[in-house]
């Protein structure tokens, strides 16, 4: 939730309501809204509590969001489900679960949130990975590449009244139990030679959310990393 906890902290600060969806994190929810309500004067935050399954019921949660909230203009989709498995590990459960959480349950909140009025975005967290053709994370790279598409056809669909774009971060916030080691090695493939964090990730979200003309596009934010892939050729070739 580290991601999501900085995207709520800096919409707050712009003024904006907010909704915090959570499914077994009941007390973190909570003790997040005292915080931003103890911070931020005159922000509502609404509490959304669902489990992302085969039974969601989208249109059920946007109504409830939109009465509790005034105005609601942004729809930020950031939940994710990620598990590591190769083409050959893994199974038809590892490709559903992960295709409903990482691109249906946004279909169909896209679905939903464009029925509502008003001057209406959204923006859908995906991964810079998409750039690649990573194995190991099989299942959860078709789900981000599928998002991916799904931004563009829907933006296509639903403009000029809905825009919809996408961030892809790359190494911005690793998880704790990753050694220095690692995140070395993660750095020396990044042509900016550092991790982003997630300030780099704050000012990507202001930029979509306030450039007015730009709809349907996939905003990558990893210092290059999806760059470094360019593949052999004659002129690197070197015979032995």
């Known amino acids: 939730m580290r991601l999501g906890r900085a995207?709520?902290?800096?919409?707050?600060s712009r003024g904006y309501h907010i909704g915090i969806h959570y499914n077994q994190s009941d007390a973190a929810a909570r003790s997040l809204k005292a915080?931003?309500?103890?911070?931020?004067?005159?922000?509502?935050?609404a509490l959304l509590g669902a489990r992302f399954d085969a039974a969601f019921d989208a249109e059920r949660f946007v109504q409830q969001a939109a009465r509790q909230l005034p105005d609601l203009q942004l729809l930020v989709n950031s939940a994710s489900l990620y598990i590591a498995g190769t083409v050959a590990d893994s199974r038809l459960t590892d490709f559903s679960s992960q295709m409903l959480v990482n691109c249906f349950i946004p279909i169909e909140l896209?679905?939903?949130?464009?029925?509502?009025?008003?001057?209406?975005?959204?923006?859908?967290i995906i991964d810079n990975k998409i750039h690649f053709n990573q194995n190991t994370y099989c299942a959860y790279l078709l789900s981000k590449k599928a998002l991916a598409e799904f931004t563009r056809m829907a933006a296509l669909e639903y403009a000029p009244r809905l825009r919809i774009n996408a961030i892809a971060p790359?190494?911005?916030?690793?998880?704790?139990?990753?050694?220095n080691n690692y995140l070395q090695w993660r750095q020396a493939a990044i042509p900016m030679q550092?991790?982003?964090?997630?300030?780099?990730?704050?000012?990507?979200?202001?930029?979509l959310l306030d450039a007015s003309f730009v709809c349907g596009q996939i905003l990558t934010v990893d210092g290059g990393e999806s760059l470094m892939q360019i593949g052999r050729n004659a002129v690197s070739y070197q015979d032995d």
Do not use: C
């Open 194 to 207: 550092r991790i982003g964090g997630s300030e780099p990730l704050l000012h990507g979200l202001d930029y």
């Open 35 to 45: 915080e931003l309500e103890r911070t931020f004067h005159g922000i509502q935050v």
């Open 7 to 12: 995207f709520v902290w800096h919409l707050a």
């Open 110 to 124: 896209t679905r939903a949130w464009s029925r509502l009025s008003g001057d209406l975005q959204i923006i859908n």
């Open 170 to 179: 790359g190494v911005s916030l690793p998880a704790e139990s990753r050694s």
